[in-house]
């Protein structure tokens, strides 16, 4: 395969003299950040039309996985889209494999990276050569297995090794944990990757389970240099993993490293680790801060890094704009090895078992004051509407359930509540309540329970009744989906998120008897090879002029002016989101867009612990991690996630932001004092009118 090296015909990177210090190794173009969500294939072939012109080793690779959904489909067996996506997105990365004869990877297949979903992809792939007009297709298909056998995992807790919760927050690992789960996978290094590459060398698809984001990613760039983790304790190999890690941990998301986040991106590889980020959208570009801001998406903390084997270090990582204002080099990360450090290598456990079934019903509740009554000077009290009295009301419900369920088992019953504090702003209702909707949600030992605790809970809040009710007819608008009550099926939770050290070798690919190795291969070739459908004489060729665009003017912009005094944290930040990291934290990021501002909040500590805490309502205790990443121009804290008062994972029961997205509201509110707001007419140079 022309993207691939000749065993003997690429000379290993540690060899290379320093003088040829930024020859690249390798090129990577990933279309979109999770295989399924679909992408533009003409931006994607203008890329590898330029890069296979070159005799630099090209690959596509891809994401496919996450715990970001929640724990349903280690629990259920489900992917993370439906299969048609898979075929769509695999059929047009199918052509393009052909077409441009570079090999395609992607990990975690299927979302959950289990052995099964591996197989199905098998499918997908043996469908789409079966297909018509595809008799040419010829696939040498690696597929490599992730999942660890539950005896092997009772086995190492009961012999007491290392089994650590990955998270502060995480439950102590037991027997039922490990018992109940329906499946445990783990996520792989790079080396069982670099071993299927190395004894396949002329592979076309590498189909891998579950796998730490970056892993394909490393292991492509490590096979294309012909490099292996040896020697690993020299700043110059530090460097060279480092720099292999940071850029599959940019990639692996795809175009979000961009400015606007746009789906796809590609990488440059160079010898001594330095590598440069380009988007695949001509429209968008890479800058040093929109690359250096994504170290702090979805992580704990945005300096260390850990992952199977060791941690990669960005406290020194260095980010520089290229000439064409599109492009961002990197350079400066360092990967330490555990075995450096005198530790065991470990991989981090994946699981999840069902804990129950669930169904629910929506409405909305609209009872509220008039604006006659509003008007008179009548006291809230008075007022007794049913929307300023929900909570009582819904716990009303609950004991009404509590007294007429009849079967055996548990069960749990709660709302969602949305609304409840909004005001109108409709011209004649300026400042009522308004519109209030409601999500009941039941957790039951049995799905017939479930189903049976939320019609008695509807028909409760259908027709209860509450102080001052004037609507006897009902206090409920529902029939949203034209069902009574939804079915959700079996609720799941993790019962499996931790880091188990490995023995020696243990992380390796399985070869032959005596080895070690927990990982799995096979090897397929797919396809039928028939000679290409007859172009009468002319052969099709790939060029970068064949997918040239006409050129797209960047315009670099500045931030924009200050048209007004900032009253809160949301007025003078660039970006200011949340999101999950893991399925058990949740972490904020704050963004500025220039130096200035950036140092002024940082020296003039307005974003203190105790603050910050108050803010996001928990203790400060519980922040797990707290700071500024100057490189990034950026502050972040990350918290425990919890729901209903208590630390949980992401996805269970009663979960309403599995991506944790729309936590950071305590912060955007937060208060500017009279004295920040003056230091900060300083810095922008603002004057008065």
């Not at 970056?214 to 190999?237: G, I, R």
């Not at 406290?315 to 520089?320: G, L, P």
């Not at 007294?403 to 548990?410: E, P």
Request: proline share 5%; glycine share 10%.
């Amino acid at each position: 395969m022309a993207g691939l090296p000749s065993p003997t015909g690429y000379e290993d990177v540690r060899n290379v003299p320093k003088r040829d210090a930024l020859m690249p190794i390798c090129q990577i173009v990933t279309p979109i950040g999770m295989l399924g969500y679909g992408f533009n294939q003409h931006h994607t072939a203008s890329l590898l039309a330029k890069n296979t012109s070159t005799d630099v080793p090209t690959a596509i690779i891809l994401d496919s996985g996450s715990t970001d959904g929640g724990p349903s489909k280690l629990a259920n067996g489900k992917m993370t889209q439906p299969r048609s996506s898979y075929v769509r997105d695999l059929t047009k990365l199918i052509d393009l494999v052909v077409r441009f004869n570079v090999p395609l990877i992607f990990s975690s297949a299927g979302g959950d990276g289990s052995d099964e979903h591996v197989r199905e992809m098998l499918g997908v792939v043996e469908e789409i050569t079966a297909r018509e007009g595809n008799e040419h297709y010829k696939l040498k298909t690696i597929a490599v297995f992730s999942e660890i056998p539950k005896t092997l995992v009772l086995e190492r807790l009961h012999s007491g090794a290392s089994i650590t919760g990955c998270g502060t927050t995480v439950p102590v690992l037991t027997d039922e944990d490990i018992n109940s789960a329906t499946k445990i996978v783990s996520q792989m290094g790079p080396e069982p990757l670099i071993d299927a590459m190395r004894q396949n060398q002329d592979f076309d698809m590498l189909i891998a389970g579950r796998a730490y984001d970056p892993s394909p990613y490393v292991a492509f760039a490590a096979f294309a240099s012909k490099t292996w983790p040896e020697d690993t304790a020299t700043l110059a190999s530090q460097r060279l993993w480092g720099g292999f890690t940071h850029m599959g941990k940019i990639l692996e998301c795809g175009g979000i490293c961009a400015t606007p986040k746009s789906a796809g991106a590609g990488a440059t590889v160079y010898a001594d680790g330095t590598f440069d980020i380009t988007p695949l959208d001509p429209e968008a570009r890479c800058t040093p801060i929109s690359v250096s801001a994504h170290t702090l998406y979805e992580k704990s903390r945005p300096d260390l890094l850990y992952g199977p084997g060791g941690w990669l270090d960005l406290s020194k990582s260095e980010y520089a704009q290229l000439e064409d204002q599109r492009t961002c080099r990197v350079k400066g990360g360092q990967f330490t090895f555990s075995t450096d450090a005198g530790l065991k290598y470990q991989v981090k456990l994946e699981a999840a078992t069902v804990d129950g079934y669930r169904a629910m019903f929506l409405g909305s509740i609209k009872d509220r004051e008039s604006s006659y009554h509003s008007c008179l000077s009548i006291s809230d009290s008075e007022l007794t509407i049913l929307t300023r009295q929900i909570d009582a009301f819904l716990g009303s419900v609950k004991g009404y359930v509590k007294s007429q369920v009849s079967i055996k088992g548990t069960w749990d019953l709660d709302f969602h509540i949305y609304g409840k504090d909004a005001a109108s702003s409709l011209p004649d209702h300026i400042g009522e309540a308004s519109e209030v909707f409601l999500v009941a949600e039941a957790l039951g030992s049995s799905q017939e329970l479930a189903t049976s605790v939320t019609h008695t809970a509807k028909v409760a809040t259908i027709h209860g009744p509450y102080s001052g009710q004037k609507a006897t007819s009902g206090n409920l608008a529902h029939g949203v989906g034209g069902k009574a009550v939804f079915e959700s099926g079996p609720s799941s939770r993790f019962c499996v998120y931790h880091l188990m050290a490995l023995e020696e070798g243990e992380e390796r690919l399985r070869a032959g008897e005596g080895s070690k190795g927990l990982f799995t291969q096979t090897v397929t070739v797919i396809g039928k090879g028939e000679p290409a459908p007859s172009t009468d004489g002319i052969v099709p060729t790939a060029s970068p002029a064949q997918y040239a665009k006409k050129d797209t003017k960047i315009i670099v912009k500045g931030p924009e002016d200050a048209r007004s005094l900032p009253t809160t944290l949301s007025d003078i930040s660039r970006v200011l989101r949340s999101k999950n990291a893991g399925p058990y934290e949740i972490t904020f990021d704050i963004m500025f867009d220039t130096d200035g501002l950036y140092r002024l909040v940082k020296t003039s500590d307005i974003l203190n612990r105790t603050t910050v805490a108050k803010l996001l309502e928990v203790g400060e205790e519980d922040i797990i991690w707290i700071g500024f990443f100057d490189q990034a121009r950026a502050f972040k804290v990350t918290i425990p996630r919890f729901s209903r008062g208590k630390p949980v994972a992401g996805g269970g029961f009663m979960e309403n932001d599995i991506h944790g997205s729309q936590k950071y509201m305590g912060l955007s509110y937060m208060k500017l004092e009279e004295g920040f707001v003056n230091e900060w007419k300083r810095v922008v140079g603002w004057v008065e009118e």
